[in-house]
Each structure stands twice: as structure tokens, then as C-alpha cells.
């Protein structure tokens, strides 16, 4: 298993903000240290199964960031912590970046995060299917 596929990010594939924010994260993650697979498939349903979480294929309400994925070690985190997870596993300034987003108590920061994901699809739109990644990047992405 390569370094990148120990951090597993778990995205809404049809959302166009959640497609936005994965072109943005596979740029800064220059030490590529980040995968990518989208919650409507095989792997996230494996997952939220092995971790007992419920995900909606249909309006996934959250992103999923998977640390130290496939090994005895895994752990699942999802909502506003997932997204500061994704920052401290990129490192650099983005690590300095959640570091700020933790001193937010968690309660608030994930009503926030629900608050924007119901309405992201009206503001950013919504894709008939997920996208296929480039084939520069394809190997980045486990489905």
C-alpha cells in the first residue's frame, strides 16, 4: 500500500463543490499523501459497514476522511474534523490552517458544516454521475 492510500478522503462524487475542493486538494497535496474515492461507491460502502456509520448514497451529508486506511490502525473521521484532518495530513501551512479550525469547539463547527452541505448542491450544483478523474491524477482515486 503506498503512503497515499493510508489517507483515504471520502467525497459526495456528484457534488460540484465536493468536485471543486478535490481539484483543489490534489493540487496542495504536492507530497501526495491523500486518495480519493467517492462515497457512492464500493469502498466507502465497505467502510461506513466495517466502522457502523450510515451513509445516504443519495445526499451524503458529510465527507470522510479515512486515517491509516486498510490497516489495524484505521480510523474514520467525517464533518468539520475530517476536513481539519485532511489539512493536517497535507502539512505545511494547511496544517497551521486546521490547527485554527480546531480552536473552534467541534458542536459549532459541525452545525456550520451541516448548515453549508444542505445547501451545496443549490449554491454549486449537482452532477448527474461522479467524474471521471484526469488521467494524470487517476491514480490517486481507488474507484
Not at 7 to 20: A, T
Not at 52 to 72: G, S
Request: with cysteine.
Amino acid at each position: 500500500m503506498t503512503k497515499a492510500h493510508r489517507n483515504l478522503v471520502l467525497y459526495d462524487g456528484v457534488c460540484g463543490f465536493c468536485d471543486r475542493t478535490v481539484q483543489f486538494l490534489l493540487k496542495i497535496d504536492t507530497a501526495n499523501v491523500l486518495s480519493f474515492a467517492a462515497l457512492q461507491g464500493e469502498t466507502a460502502a465497505n467502510i461506513a459497514s466495517n466502522h457502523h456509520l450510515k451513509l445516504n448514497a443519495e445526499m451524503p451529508e458529510t465527507i470522510l476522511f479515512v486515517e491509516n486506511f486498510q490497516t489495524a490502525d484505521e480510523n474514520v473521521f467525517e464533518k468539520s474534523t475530517a476536513a481539519i484532518k485532511i489539512l493536517f495530513a497535507i502539512g505545511g501551512k494547511w496544517k497551521v490552517l486546521g490547527g485554527l479550525m480546531s480552536i473552534v469547539p467541534n458542536a459549532l463547527r459541525d452545525r456550520i458544516y451541516v448548515w453549508f452541505a444542505t445547501h451545496r448542491y443549490q449554491w454549486f450544483g449537482k452532477f448527474d454521475s461522479c467524474q471521471l478523474p484526469s488521467p494524470e491524477v487517476r491514480a490517486k482515486f481507488l474507484e
